[in-house]
T-cell receptor, first 113, second 111 residues
Framework: DGGITQSPKYLFRKEGQNVTLSCEQN?????MYWYRQDPGQGLRLIYYSQIVNDFQKGDIAEGYSVSREKKESFPLTVTSAQKNPTAFYLC????????????FGPGTRLTVL | EDKVVQSPLSLVVHEGDTVTLNCSYE??????LLWYKQEKKAPTFLFMLTSSGIEKKSGRLSSILDKKELFSILNITATQTGDSAVYLC???????????FGSGTQLTVLP
């Protein structure tokens, strides 16, 4: 099956803990993105990566970190420095040369207890 | 700063009704506008619009862009309960090719 997978689907974390969200794609897409969605709001960009070993901050990068060691993988770490991490996190990817359309994974719902 | 405003924020209709969703935008270097449908989880792609006045159509859904007045509309005819979802509009900035999303329109179709 081709597509974007995210794991886990649901994640619970205690305050003060770091947690890493997984995003994998087998679409051979160059660019990958992380978004955060809060209730009643649109998506806000956290980080993005257009090529391996390179990434840029989005609009709300504080308290988050990423890596892009492989083309297929773009994990997001939510650190203890993120003040309000409870949200729905969406990963997306796009083929760099062909289109503006981003395709989304199923999302991870993170709840901080 | 790029900005996307969608209206209405929510809409409740009955099956068979026709709805029009609105999206206005301000972007420094416009490249394209995208519509997505989100049902509880991942947004799914509907349309990408780049040129004014050319209607994109898929079944009962259609969309058009006005680059002079800086808005787009998404029409859904003969609505069905399966159309209930949040509809998201996003614009692509030409330089960074990032998406800026609106807050979405929550559409509820009652039987």
């Amino acid at each position: 099956d081709g597509g974007i997978t995210q794991s886990p689907k649901y994640l619970f974390r205690k305050e003060g803990q770091n947690v890493t969200l997984s995003c994998e794609q087998n679409l051979n897409h160059d660019a990958m993105y992380w978004y955060r969605q809060d209730p009643g709001q649109g998506l806000r960009l956290i980080y993005y990566s257009q090529i391996v070993n390179d990434f840029q901050k989005g609009d709300i990068a504080e308290g988050y970190s990423v890596s892009r060691e492989k083309k297929e993988s773009f994990p997001l770490t939510v650190t203890s420095a993120q003040k309000n991490p409870t949200a729905f996190y969406l990963c997306a990817s796009r083929h760099e040369s062909s289109t503006d359309t981003q395709y989304f994974g199923p999302g991870t719902r993170l709840t901080v207890l | 700063e790029d900005k996307v405003v969608q209206s209405p924020l929510s809409l409740v209709v009955h099956e068979g009704d026709t709805v029009t969703l609105n999206c206005s935008y301000e972007v420094t270097n416009f490249r394209s506008l995208l519509w997505y449908k989100q049902e509880k989880k991942a947004p799914t792609f509907l349309f990408m619009l780049t040129s004014s006045g050319i209607e994109k159509k898929s079944g009962r859904l259609s969309s058009i862009l006005d680059k002079k007045e800086l808005f787009s509309i998404l029409n859904i005819t003969a609505t069905q309960t399966g159309d209930s979802a949040v509809y998201l509009c996003a614009v692509v900035d030409g330089s960074a090719r990032q998406l800026t999303f609106g807050s979405g329109t929550q559409l509820t179709v009652l039987p």
